[in-house]
């Protein structure tokens, strides 16, 4: 086989290697976490806050409903029953009962409101739930098969990293210096073809005399222009 031949045999397996790789770090990058996921538990976190936060008004209005409902009980006994008899005191103990009536009324008000509220935040922070349950359900898989794609990736690239070991010692020092250099510069690929009178690489026309050479010779040659190696066929 000749030295063009043996650089392209390199060059194939240096493209699956890169190949390999960026599929390995594109399944690690996945194997971080799922975004959607994560969005969700954000999401779930928001909704369990607003439904104690909610939670949280509840029992206070409640409790202060409670406590003004004991207070206007007092007040009534105290009015009705025939202990206060003064008027100016009656009048006082009236404007106040009517005044603990207005805001115990104001209480209740807003404690519908709240639990109105209530209503709605429970079923968002289930439905949050039911959410962020089916995505980890849809993430434990993914991250299964993710697992198992990196380890088959991984076996892939230790087989061809072996192959390229075995290869570089069928390349002359030189070429295989040349072809690193070239790799480096350049990019991939670094052995092109030459189709009618062209170097695929670079789009430039190339020399009769280089074409004529590369057809009768197995000599390694190179674009003038884009310094890649050339071959046809």
């Known amino acids: ?25 594109d399944v690690e ?5 799922d975004e959607e996921l994560a969005a969700s538990g954000t999401a779930l976190a928001g909704a369990d806050e607003a ?4 939670q949280k008004t509840q029992r206070r209005l409640e ?27 009656l009048r006082s103990l009236q404007h106040e009962v009517d005044t603990f009536r207005t805001n115990h009324a104001q209480l209740q ?18 439905t949050a739930a039911r959410e962020v349950t089916s995505l980890k359900a849809r993430w434990e898989a993914q991250s299964a098969a993710l697992r ?9 690239q230790t087989r061809a990293e072996a192959n390229r070991i075995a290869q570089t010692p069928k390349l002359e020092p030189a070429n295989l210096r040349l072809y690193e ?3 480096t510069r350049r990019g991939s690929p670094v052995v092109v073809r030459v189709t009618g009178a062209m170097c695929t690489g670079c ?10 050479q590369l057809l009768s010779s197995g000599r390694l040659s190179q674009c003038p222009n884009c310094e890649r190696i050339l071959t046809v066929g």
């Open 51 to 54: 439904l104690a936060a909610l």
């Open 109 to 126: 008000e807003q404690l519908f409101e709240v639990l109105s509220g209530l209503e709605t935040a429970t079923e968002a922070q289930a």
């Open 1 to 25: 086989m000749t030295q063009v031949l043996e650089i392209l045999s390199l060059q194939e397996i240096d493209t699956e290697l890169g190949s390999l790789r960026a599929k390995a770090a």
């Open 148 to 156: 198992e794609e990196a380890v088959r990736l991984q076996s892939a």
């Open 29 to 33: 990058h996945r194997l971080e976490g």
């Open 203 to 212: 789009r430039v026309s190339i020399p009769d005399g280089l074409r004529r």
């Open 63 to 89: 409790a202060e409903i409670t406590d003004l409902g004991a207070r206007i009980k007092r007040e009534d006994d105290r009015l009705y029953g025939g202990t206060v008899t003064s008027v100016k005191e």
């Open 181 to 183: 250099s070239l790799r």
